[in-house]
């Protein structure tokens, strides 16, 4: 999408580094994308007509894989899930609802994605939540393939402040909200910092206002890569809780920078890392349970250390190297 640079982005930058210094020579491609409903099969026609002329391709999110390749490799980030998951759930971020266009454009969109992935000499997926919805929706089987996260060689542990720190875009499906309301019942000596851009920022900041936080809440927008890194090294915890989320980095970041992580029961792929009491705190996803899990660490700091200290186990096995290996030779 132009003009947009997020998760998936960022996944396929870090993807093209590593293969080039795997010693491959690559080109990134990329197209405008269409989301809106009534226009949902542009974009997968036009990737249908590009010509690419390489050994091998890659392709990742929607609709990217609609490309036409007799060596075609998936390592699908995320289908179009405003007519899949975020459809099926009437998610109010989904444009798609219970009407006769949508219904149609939704059973054309299965059809469509069983033809393009089962093209594909391998499907692989970015996480656990990513294959169970292949499999639910198009019935197709896939292999999740875990990456690090960017800044995962930077990223360290410090000594831990008097802030929970957000990392994410500031739109619906990340519910930024959850944590500004937490802050009304969260310890008076705790701060949140919210880092990151998005289409609810300057409501989230009206928000801040309205509840009388501005000596409680920053948010900031964008952040270097030096002021990334420094907010979660001296974080007491990473609160992160989107909802029904592909893989999200901010997880991995967090525990690569020795922090704990706090999420909700709904929050998707975020479980295959976050084990409630072990690497983190798993909340019910209101503003009252993620205010009492910030509560609970702040007032117990031992317990956030350990939990941090596990999650940067959890993730000491993560390679790209690995990850080119599996994609080139399988």
Same mark, same amino acid.
């Given at each position: 999408?132009?003009?947009?640079?997020?998760?998936?982005?960022?996944?396929?930058? #870090?993807? &093209?580094?590593?293969?080039?210094?795997?010693?491959?020579?690559?080109?990134?491609?990329?197209?405008?994308?269409?989301?809106?409903?009534?226009?949902?099969?542009?974009?997968?026609?036009?990737?249908?007509?590009? *010509?690419?002329?390489?050994? /091998?391709?890659?392709?990742? #999110?929607?609709?990217?894989?609609? &490309?036409?390749?007799? #060596?075609?490799?998936?390592?699908?980030?995320?289908?179009?899930?405003?007519?899949?998951?975020?459809?099926?759930?009437?998610?109010?971020?989904?444009?798609?609802?219970?009407?006769?266009? @949508?219904?149609?454009?939704?059973?054309? /969109?299965?059809?469509?994605?069983?033809?393009?992935?089962?093209?594909?000499?391998?499907?692989?997926? %970015?996480?656990? +939540?990513?294959?169970?919805?292949?499999?639910?929706? %198009?019935?197709? *089987?896939?292999?999740?393939?875990?990456?690090?996260?960017?800044?995962?060689?930077?990223?360290?542990?410090?000594?831990?402040?008097?802030?929970?720190?957000? +990392?994410?875009?500031? !739109?619906? #499906?990340?519910?930024?909200?959850?944590?500004?309301?937490? /802050?009304?019942?969260?310890?008076?000596?705790?701060?949140?910092? /919210?880092?990151?851009?998005? !289409?609810?920022?300057?409501?989230?900041?009206?928000?801040?206002?309205?509840?009388?936080?501005?000596?409680?809440?920053?948010?900031?927008?964008?952040? @270097?890569?030096?002021?990334?890194?420094?907010?979660?090294?001296?974080?007491?915890?990473?609160?992160?809780?989107?909802?029904?989320?592909?893989?999200?980095?901010?997880?991995?970041?967090?525990?690569?920078?020795?922090?704990?992580?706090?999420?909700?029961?709904?929050?998707?792929?975020?479980?295959?890392?976050?084990?409630?009491?072990?690497?983190?705190?798993?909340?019910?996803?209101? *503003?009252?349970?993620?205010?009492?899990?910030?509560?609970?660490?702040?007032?117990?700091?031992?317990?956030?250390?350990?939990?941090?200290?596990?999650?940067?186990?959890?993730?000491?096995?993560? @390679?790209? @190297?690995?990850?080119?290996?599996?994609?080139?030779?399988?």
């Amino acid at each position: 999408m132009p003009f947009v640079r997020g998760g998936a982005e960022q996944h396929q930058e #870090n993807l &093209v580094q590593a293969l080039t210094e795997a010693g491959h020579r690559v080109d990134l491609v990329r197209l405008p994308v269409a989301w809106e409903k009534g226009r949902l099969f542009d974009s997968p026609l036009a990737w249908r007509m590009v *010509p690419i002329d390489a050994d /091998m391709v890659i392709a990742t #999110n929607f609709p990217s894989y609609f &490309v036409q390749h007799p #060596n075609k490799v998936v390592w699908l980030l995320h289908q179009h899930r405003g007519a899949y998951d975020g459809f099926a759930a009437g998610a109010s971020w989904s444009d798609f609802a219970l009407d006769d266009v @949508s219904l149609e454009e939704q059973r054309l /969109m299965t059809e469509w994605d069983v033809v393009a992935l089962g093209e594909a000499r391998r499907v692989f997926s %970015n996480s656990g +939540v990513v294959s169970d919805r292949l499999a639910r929706f %198009n019935g197709l *089987p896939s292999t999740p393939l875990a990456h690090p996260p960017p800044l995962h060689d930077r990223l360290h542990p410090g000594t831990s402040g008097d802030y929970v720190l957000s +990392v994410q875009r500031q !739109e619906a #499906n990340k519910r930024p909200e959850l944590l500004v309301d937490a /802050m009304t019942e969260a310890p008076p000596g705790i701060r949140a910092v /919210m880092a990151g851009r998005g !289409e609810l920022l300057d409501s989230l900041r009206d928000r801040v206002t309205q509840r009388g936080l501005q000596d409680r809440v920053a948010l900031p927008g964008f952040v @270097s890569d030096e002021e990334l890194i420094d907010l979660y090294a001296h974080a007491l915890a990473v609160v992160y809780v989107p909802e029904d989320e592909d893989y999200g980095y901010a997880t991995l970041q967090a525990f690569y920078a020795g922090k704990p992580v706090i999420c909700a029961a709904d929050s998707g792929g975020v479980l295959d890392w976050v084990e409630d009491g072990v690497t983190g705190l798993v909340t019910d996803g209101t *503003p009252s349970g993620v205010a009492a899990a910030v509560r609970r660490l702040a007032e117990d700091r031992p317990l956030a250390e350990r939990l941090g200290a596990a999650g940067r186990e959890r993730v000491a096995h993560l @390679s790209w @190297s690995d990850v080119v290996t599996r994609l080139t030779t399988s």
